[in-house]
């Protein structure tokens, strides 16, 4: 899309594969807002492994946050170029609330059709959402993020947090999901450069990046920096590579710029 490129891909973990259930991770990419306005966005959700219904929660919550957050584009663009966190929070909030609650009475609703009895935690996903815009004078991004997962950014080979977990700011993950367990959406304004790539994607992505495989943090950094941005087939095959001791499903979409 113009000088962005978009690689995308969801997997089944080796534990559901083993198991035979479904995967629980969910991504939409997608455009929003008007030309004046237009940004990439792209979101992954993580629906939480205990929950019974959380790959619906994950698929529907990624869909409807585009849906809303594209009403309120031009409102986030505006804050997005001005770099006010505090608007850009805001409008997240909103969009997010909204989300949760049409997300619950469409469950409650049909739970009532099928005579059963509807629970939120049922339903319960981690989401982030990370906007890009796509006129290329305009270096700000925004993450909003609801759980764990998140935002890196490979520059010089190495890979960075975005949403640092450290930061005392941000709420207890464990606790963070929706349709119920959330206080507020957390919004990370950053500005990149077109040489660094950025990763957004669930725990099952994050955490070997970012834990104790430098191995495979080294070997994903290699495949996705510069010079060559991979092929499609290629991708997906790179996605896939097997980090020990991690077999959760796991959804990465990664995004490089052309230089101008």
Request: proline letters at 4%; hydrophobic letters at 40%.
């Amino acid at each position: 899309m113009g000088p962005i490129t978009v690689r995308a891909a969801s997997v089944r973990g080796d534990s559901h594969n083993w198991q035979g259930t479904c995967r629980q991770d969910a991504m939409t990419v997608t455009r929003i807002g008007p030309p004046d306005a237009e940004m990439l966005l792209l979101a992954v959700a993580d629906g939480v492994g205990s929950a019974r219904y959380s790959h619906v929660g994950a698929h529907r919550a990624t869909r409807l946050t585009a849906e809303y957050m594209d009403r309120e584009a031009e409102g986030i663009y505006s804050a997005l170029c001005a770099q006010n966190e505090t608007e850009l929070c805001g409008l997240a909030n909103k969009a997010v609330t909204g989300v949760a609650h049409e997300l619950r009475a469409g469950w409650q609703a049909e739970a009532r059709r099928e005579d059963r009895v509807y629970l939120d935690a049922d339903y319960a996903t981690t989401l982030h959402v990370l906007l890009v815009p796509t006129d290329p004078r305009v270096r700000e991004r925004v993450l909003f993020s609801v759980g764990d997962g998140g935002l890196l950014v490979l520059a010089e080979g190495r890979w960075h947090p975005v949403n640092s977990m450290d930061d005392g700011t941000i709420l207890d993950t464990r606790t963070e999901a929706l349709p119920h367990a959330y206080s507020s959406v957390k919004a990370s304004l950053l500005r990149t450069l077109p040489a660094e790539v950025l990763l957004l994607g669930t725990d099952g992505i994050i955490n070997p990046l970012t834990q104790k495989d430098q191995a495979f943090a080294d070997h994903l950094a290699r495949a996705w920096g510069r010079p060559e941005i991979p092929s499609l087939s290629d991708f997906l095959w790179q996605a896939q590579t097997r980090a020990k001791s991690y077999d959760d499903d796991r959804t990465v979409i990664c995004v490089w710029e052309d230089e101008a």
